[in-house]
């Protein structure tokens, strides 16, 4: 049988196939279909998502779900229809619903998310069983990563469509205007009709699954694909093995996702058509699940259990919703799962739950005949994969899924319970811990022996750095027969604590002991303190089944200079939803396209011998070259990257001075190949001869006095007299220390670029990039030709955040290296690994500083020490002390000085992210703000209020760029914020709340910002074609911020001015901006600081007085001949006829006097902090942010949501470490979470502030784009708060743990205050102290 399957309707037939391809491979690089992008390639990130469709023959019924393109094998799908998201809808042929809704809540900025987001939801929709409710909504996108919006437009969008969604609670949106009534905004949403807007089944492959039934079985000889339809079958295929070659069992083959395993197999065997595989069925003895079940249908069936049994079942299948996301529960098995724990070390949730209920798995162990054995005992078996042993199914025993916390007997109760501690609940993340328990307790009544005894339990853990989950049964037997007790328990945790021992490679050992101590005590606590089973976790459990967000949007849209100032959608958007929109890698590559990966260096320093392939003298297939400096052309130079501070090589000559380092491009004839050969490159080192050793502190930077000049220019001013202010002091913080780490971009679309060979030594590049015109220059260096015969061509970037500014620029030099020497186009789309390790990130600094304040809290003078980590390379890191600067003056310090060092180390060259430095200086005045408060034993927020600049402090701190009086709006906006947010009621409340309960603890926090940004010089271009259409270029970039929109509307307003007949809005429609082409139009520079959008709607502007100038006198004729009939497309066609130059060109200045301002901000957040796990919930944050008259509300609520989403990343979630080596540790979605929708505010309010004239502004407005990251603050400050009154209750136990100081509240919070890092802080012993203080009474 041939392979065939359906794409979006259509027929696609393959003849042979390697089996190891996926989906995504095939739909990217065999299909026009586009619009499932490679984000991780892990599972990880939801951009690949594709709707599967399979056709039952025999009860006539489709079943569709969402699946990982990434991870599923094409061959798997044989018979199959897959649709993605332009086959829900397109440009063609109309957009879907959610594509429209998506458009029109502004739910797409990059877009690069988008298309997975719409299968999500659409998947969702399509497999409501009954009504889709707004908890469903919300799920339904849980797992997919967004960098750009902050979920909250897509969780609205997503709600949109929820049968009990309460229309007015969903956000700012192009559909209605505030006010209007329910009827007329239930009008205006782009109506959905299940059944017209689903997907159908293509007829062709109904009658062909008709004919064939049920068997999938491909032709054994094309295409190494075996699919037996019994486990007979299987069984003599894995007897045959050794004549078979390598085999590999598949279901879902989301194990790669994990494993990344490079290994080919000779035959995969795809186990899920067999039907005792597949079942679910309950007998007797218990529940028994086929291990080729999907987690999904594992799910929906102990659902369902209605017996006495289910509320076990129950409990186990809400945990089991947590595992991966949707889409990996829907193509993952059950015996996948158990099958990667047994032999791979895999930290299973699914082996936990199933040791707490004492089930069983079935085996074929070599024989015919299945064997049974606990799983306890298979866990315990050598591994799996390396014998023909199939795991058959798993059996779950009913005996001990009696009804639960219901009486067995009138004292005896059953009681099950399970736990996961994840980064992310359930936003598709691993666990720290999992457990899960089981018990049968019985109440004593009588007087001598009241209370509750333990009469069995099973108690298990898992994925704590294990080989495996296990039962703790020293505890379960120690427990047995015990009355509980306070000692009981004490004991109990103190065995367990042997037990869990986390693999010595684990991170955060005592963390996740605590963990396990703390689910033990949340487990039995209830039943010594109470006598009866409550546990706050399991109310946690209820509370998920909620709604879990919400939000309100304030926005001001003017009418003044029309349509600049509308919310207009953002262009493209519902190309973006549908998938259309062309991003670099989805632009067609011609037959002969080569492509690139990276090798690196794994040394920080050291001589490069060689550099060859793993197997010597065997070049790995596919590759063509594998190009080094030596490569590079004579006339050129060794150049990867330039700023005006200096420039970076392409490649490591005889010297790596950094582990990341580039050393070679490997090209290949795919990206597949090129990919694996880049692994299995190895570059020998000499370490030994090296004169000096490598420097990858500040510390030994400071002692080896290395460090990038800062020239005076841009080095920032001190502010009075520091040795008066200190003398003003009554109370003085001596020699604090702080420091804080990187951050990774995680743009959806990682680093990408295709360069084309042209005649006459040209070279054409298509690069993702933040500054093309640097690219186009350090192209032709490089390559040592002149700069005319390159072309850099940017259409949309996948989102930037500063990462493809100069990271962008090796990549794409590399590519014209390629291309030029290869005289083949040269494609290069880094995978995430290689991008994580490459990118550098954010800059870490340390600062040591002494500040001086009066009693009353008023700071009177600050001086510090900071210490910058740069890396190797120069990149813009010497602004980072001016950037710093701006937002940390945001107090009156009264007097400041300060000594910043540019580190220079042999470490990752660090660049700009996102408020590069301003983030940082933001929260360096806040984290010293706090320690005076907490110094002088005040409430903080008095503290922050008192040391709030006057206009006149400002004007000392800030000089010359402190604006006019009326411009100063941060006071304003402090004292509005407390009003909206009931600032102060909540913090009474949050008092009372910390009094009423002992293991959670709240925190509220209010962070004001000032940050300071600078336009610079930027071109643009507006040509009117004959038609009257209008095609626009500018300098910036569109990286998902608006800028293209911004754009239009000013062009819009500009040609406006002509005043024809006609609203300008019509105009708008016949307006396009283009990409950026470097010879079409020069000097771009850099899309950064928050300000190019304006600077190029200003420079549009600029061209439009031009053309409205050369059209006037043909318009004023024309009137005179037609009054008030002179339509645009007339005026055009007269303006040619006359041969007008409708083509004008600028390059905006900004005044040198007002290039630079200040923008202001405040935000509040509350949290909840869980004491037993260190987990922080954010309750509700509030922000207000001045955007002067915003060109664009939507756009700018955009920015200010993602921007605070991303700020929350940062401050309490992404960890970006390197090793001992300078290494980079997180490499991919496993190790580095961003913020998913189950970890933002779940109260989120915004307020953009329209603060009037500002007569110095691009049409009065302010910037958006990276100021609003500084409120994330807020977060992490009422986190500290929260820790505060736990260390403080811990005081209260008199039982110091010695990680706590006399007053408990002297301490540093670190940023990210990730889970392990706030549950130190709270006590990672405080559950013995505890129980400790209880003991002694
Ligand atoms: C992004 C992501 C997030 C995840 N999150 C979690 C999580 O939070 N908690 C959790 O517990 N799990 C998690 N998982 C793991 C997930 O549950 C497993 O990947 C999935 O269940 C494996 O099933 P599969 O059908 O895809 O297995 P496959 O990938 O097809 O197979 C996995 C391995 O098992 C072998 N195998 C499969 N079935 C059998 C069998 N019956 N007999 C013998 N060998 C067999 C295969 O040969 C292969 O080596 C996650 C996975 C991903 C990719
Ligand atoms: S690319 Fe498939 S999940 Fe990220
Ligand atoms: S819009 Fe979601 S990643 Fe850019």
Same mark, same amino acid.
């Given at each position: 049988m041939d392979l065939e399957f359906a794409v979006n309707g259509e027929r696609f037939k393959v003849d042979s196939i390697d089996p190891s391809t996926t989906v995504l491979d095939f739909l990217r690089f065999n299909t026009p279909f586009k619009s499932v992008k490679l984000g991780c390639g892990e599972g990880g990130c939801g951009a690949c998502l594709v709707v599967l469709s399979r056709y039952d023959p025999e009860l006539d019924q489709v079943k569709e779900c969402s699946i990982n393109s990434c991870l599923t094998l094409l061959c798997s799908v044989n018979g199959c229809s897959i649709t993605t998201s332009e086959g829900l809808g397109n440009k063609k042929k109309g957009f879907h619903p959610i594509h429209k809704r998506f458009a029109g809540f502004h739910a797409s900025q990059c877009g690069f998310c988008t298309p997975g987001m719409c299968i999500s939801l659409y998947s969702a929709l399509s497999n409501s069983s009954k009504e889709f409710t707004v908890s469903e909504a919300e799920k339904s996108v849980s797992g997919n990563l967004c960098r750009c919006t902050g979920y909250r437009p897509i969780v609205d969008a997503c709600k949109s469509f929820a049968s009990d969604v309460d229309?007015?609670?969903?956000?700012? +949106?192009?559909?209605? !205007?505030?006010?209007?009534? !329910?009827?007329?905004?239930?009008?205006?949403?782009?109506?959905? @009709?299940?059944?017209?807007?689903?997907?159908?089944?293509?007829?062709?492959?109904?009658?062909?699954?008709?004919?064939?039934?049920?068997?999938?079985?491909? %032709?054994h000889s094309r295409y190494r694909w075996t699919t037996p339809c019994s486990v007979a079958e299987l069984h003599n295929i894995t007897q045959a093995a050794n004549s078979l070659g390598s085999l590999k069992l598949v279901v879902g083959n989301t194990g790669t996702g994990y494993y990344q395993d490079e290994e080919r197999f000779d035959r995969y065997i795809d186990i899920s058509q067999i039907p005792e595989m597949s079942m679910i069925k309950k007998g007797e003895e218990g529940i028994e699940i086929g291990a080729a079940v999907t987690i999904s249908n594992a799910i929906d069936a102990l659902k369902k259990e209605e017996s006495k049994s289910c509320y076990i079942f129950k409990k186990m299948a809400a945990h089991m919703e947590k595992?991966?996301?949707?889409?990996? =529960? @829907?193509?993952?098995?059950?015996?996948? @799962?158990?099958?990667?724990?047994?032999?791979?070390?895999?930290?299973?949730?699914?082996?936990?739950?199933?040791?707490?209920?004492?089930?069983?798995v079935y085996m074929l162990n070599g024989g015919k005949k299945a064997e049974k054995v606990k799983v306890h005992e298979f866990l315990e078996l050598p591994s799996m994969l390396d014998s023909k042993r199939v795991l058959l199914k798993v059996e779950?025993?009913?005996?001990?899924?009696?009804?639960?916390?219901?009486?067995?007997? %009138? %004292?005896?109760?059953?009681?099950f319970e399970s736990y996961r501690a994840a980064p992310r609940s359930i936003g598709n993340a691993l666990p720290y811990l999992n457990a899960a328990f089981f018990a049968l307790v019985s109440r004593r009544q009588e007087p001598s022996r009241r209370g509750v005894t333990v009469d069995k339990?099973?108690?298990?853990?898992?994925?704590? /750095?294990?080989?495996?989950?296990?039962?703790?049964?020293?505890?379960?037997?120690?427990?047995?027969?015990?009355?509980?007790?306070?000692?009981v328990l004490y004991e109990a945790v103190g065995l367990l604590k042997g037990i869990i021992v986390p693999g010595k490679d684990t991170p955060h050992h005592e963390y996740r002991k605590s963990l396990a101590v703390g689910y033990l005590f949340e487990f039995f606590n209830p039943l010594i303190e109470s006598g009866h089973y409550s546990n706050s976790h399991v109310n946690d459990t209820a509370k998920s089944l909620l709604p879990f967000l919400s939000s309100s949007q304030q926005v001001l849209e003017s009418n003044e200079y029309q349509p600049v100032g509308e919310a207009v959608i953002k262009v493209g958007a519902a190309l973006q939803a549908s998938g259309e929109a062309v991003f670099v890698d989805d632009i067609p590559t011609l037959p002969n396209c080569l492509h690139g990966a990276f090798v690196y260096s794994t040394e920080c320093l050291a001589k490069i011998k060689s550099i060859r392939f793993r197997e010597k003298n065997v070049t790995p297939s596919g590759v063509f070259a594998l190009l080094t400096s030596k490569d590079i052309p004579k006339q050129g130079q060794n150049i990867g990257s330039k700023t005006v501070f200096g420039t970076g090589p392409l490649f490591a000559d005889e010297l790596t001075q950094f582990a990341g380092q580039r050393i070679a491009l490997v090209v290949a004839d795919t990206q597949k190949h090129a990919d694996s050969a880049a692994k299995l490159a190895v570059v020998e080192y000499d370490t030994k001869n090296i004169e000096e050793e490598a420097i990858l502190t500040v510390e030994d930077a400071v002692k080896r006095c290395s460090f990038f000049e800062v020239h005076p220019m841009i080095y920032p001013e001190p502010v009075g007299d520091v040795l008066k202010g200190m003398e003003e002091a009554e109370r003085k913080i001596i020699s604090a220390e702080l420091r804080?780490?990187?951050?990774?971009?995680?743009?959806?679309?990682?680093?990408?670029?295709?360069?084309?060979?042209? $005649?006459? %030594?040209?070279?054409?590049?298509?690069?993702?990039?933040?500054?093309?015109?640097?690219?186009?220059?350090?192209?032709?260096?490089? &390559?040592?030709?002149? $700069?005319?015969?390159? =072309?850099?061509?940017?259409? =949309?970037v996948g989102g930037g955040f500063g990462g493809k500014a100069v990271k962008s620029m090796p990549v794409a030099t590399a590519c014209a290296l390629g291309a030029y020497k290869l005289q083949r186009p040269v494609k290069m789309y880094m995978n995430r690994r290689t991008d994580m390790i490459m990118a550098g990130g954010r800059h870490p600094m340390k600062i040591t500083y002494d500040v001086g304040f009066r009693s009353d809290g008023k700071v009177t003078a600050l001086e510090f020490i900071m210490l910058i980590d740069a890396g190797l390379e120069p990149d813009i890191s010497a602004v980072m002390p001016r950037n710093i600067m701006g937002p940390l003056r945001k107090y009156d310090w009264g007097a400041l000085s300060f000594d910043i060092k540019v580190c220079k180390t042999n470490c990752p060259t660090r660049t700009a992210m996102r408020a590069p430095g301003e983030v940082q200086g933001s929260y360096i005045a806040e984290s010293i703000i706090e320690n005076v408060a907490t110094s002088l034993q005040m409430d903080v927020d008095t503290v922050r209020k008192i040391n709030l600049h006057s206009y006149v402090s400002l004007r000392k701190f800030y000089t010359r760029i402190s604006g006019d009086p009326d411009e100063y709006t941060l006071p304003l906006l402090w004292d509005k914020l407390e009003i909206s947010s009931k600032f102060k009621e909540r913090a009474e409340m949050v008092k009372e709340f910390n009094v009423c309960n002992v293991w959670r603890k709240r925190g509220i926090s209010r962070v004001p910002i000032v940050h300071q940004v600078l336009q610079r010089p930027t071109p643009g271009k507006v040509s009117i074609l004959s038609d009257g259409s209008v095609v626009v270029e500018v300098g910036g970039i569109e990286l998902g911020q608006g800028l293209w929109t911004k754009v239009q509307q000013m062009v819009a307003y500009g040609l406006g001015m002509v005043k024809c007949q006609g609203r300008s809005d019509k105009l708008l429609e016949r307006i396009r901006?283009?990409?950026?082409?470097? &010879?079409? *139009?020069?000097?771009?520079?850099?899309?950064? /600081?928050?300000?190019?959008?304006?600077?190029?709607?200003?420079?549009? =502007?600029?061209?439009?007085?031009?053309?409205?100038?050369?059209?006037?006198?043909?318009?004023?004729?024309? *009137?005179?001949?037609? #009054?008030?009939?002179?339509?645009?497309? *007339?005026?055009?066609?007269?303006?040619? /006829?006359?041969?007008?130059? &409708?083509?004008?060109?600028?390059?905006?200045? #900004?005044?040198?006097?007002? *290039?630079?301002?200040? +923008?202001?901000?405040?935000?509040?957040?509350e949290v909840e902090v869980d004491l037993v796990t260190g987990k922080t919930e954010i309750l509700r944050s509030d922000i207000i942010y001045d955007c002067g008259k915003s060109l664009n509300p939507a756009v700018d609520l955009g920015q200010i949501e993602g921007a605070f989403v991303q700020g929350i990343g940062f401050f309490m979630m992404e960890e970006y470490t390197t090793d001992e080596k300078g290494l980079v540790v997180q490499q991919g979605t496993w190790d580095y979470k961003i913020p998913t929708v189950d970890t933002i505010s779940k109260h989120f309010n915004v307020e953009i502030v329209n603060s009037g004239h500002h007569k110095d502004r691009v049409l009065s407005s302010k910037a958006s784009g990276e100021p609003p990251m500084l409120m994330a603050a807020s977060v992490h400050c009422a986190t500290r708060s929260a820790i505060r009154e736990a260390r403080k209750q811990s005081l209260s136990w008199n039982c110091n743990d010695g990680n706590i100081d006399e007053s408990g509240t002297d301490f540093e919070l670190p940023v990210p205050a990730t889970m392990p890092v706030v549950k130190s802080l709270c006590g990672l012993y405080n559950v013995e102290r505890y129980l400790q203080g209880k003991i002694l009474g």
């Open positions: 229309i007015e609670d969903l956000g700012f +949106n192009s559909f209605w !205007k505030k006010g209007e009534s !329910k009827e007329v905004m239930l009008k205006n949403l782009p109506p959905y @009709n299940p059944k017209e807007h689903l997907v159908t089944f293509p007829e062709f492959l109904k009658k062909k699954k008709k004919k064939k039934k049920l068997h999938n079985g491909l %032709d595992i991966g996301n949707h889409a990996i =529960r @829907n193509s993952g098995s059950i015996g996948g @799962n158990l099958v990667m724990a047994q032999s791979r070390k895999f930290p299973s949730d699914i082996t936990t739950l199933l040791l707490a209920v004492d089930a069983s779950i025993p009913l005996c001990t899924a009696t009804t639960s916390t219901t009486s067995v007997d %009138d %004292d005896t109760e059953l009681l339990c099973f108690l298990a853990f898992g994925s704590y /750095g294990c080989d495996h989950s296990i039962r703790a049964t020293e505890v379960e037997s120690f427990l047995t027969g015990k009355s509980l007790s306070y000692s804080l780490g990187s951050q990774y971009f995680f743009y959806m679309e990682p680093q990408t670029a295709l360069a084309l060979p042209d $005649e006459d %030594d040209c070279v054409k590049v298509y690069s993702s990039s933040q500054a093309p015109e640097y690219v186009h220059s350090v192209i032709a260096t490089c &390559l040592g030709i002149q $700069e005319h015969n390159v =072309r850099v061509i940017t259409r =949309r901006v283009v990409q950026s082409d470097t &010879l079409g *139009m020069i000097q771009g520079g850099f899309t950064a /600081g928050s300000t190019t959008s304006e600077c190029s709607c200003e420079a549009v =502007r600029l061209c439009c007085v031009i053309l409205v100038g050369r059209l006037k006198p043909t318009m004023d004729k024309m *009137m005179m001949e037609k #009054p008030g009939s002179v339509t645009w497309t *007339m005026l055009i066609q007269q303006a040619y /006829g006359q041969s007008i130059n &409708l083509s004008a060109s600028t390059l905006y200045t #900004p005044e040198y006097a007002s *290039m630079e301002y200040l +923008n202001y901000g405040v935000g509040v957040s």
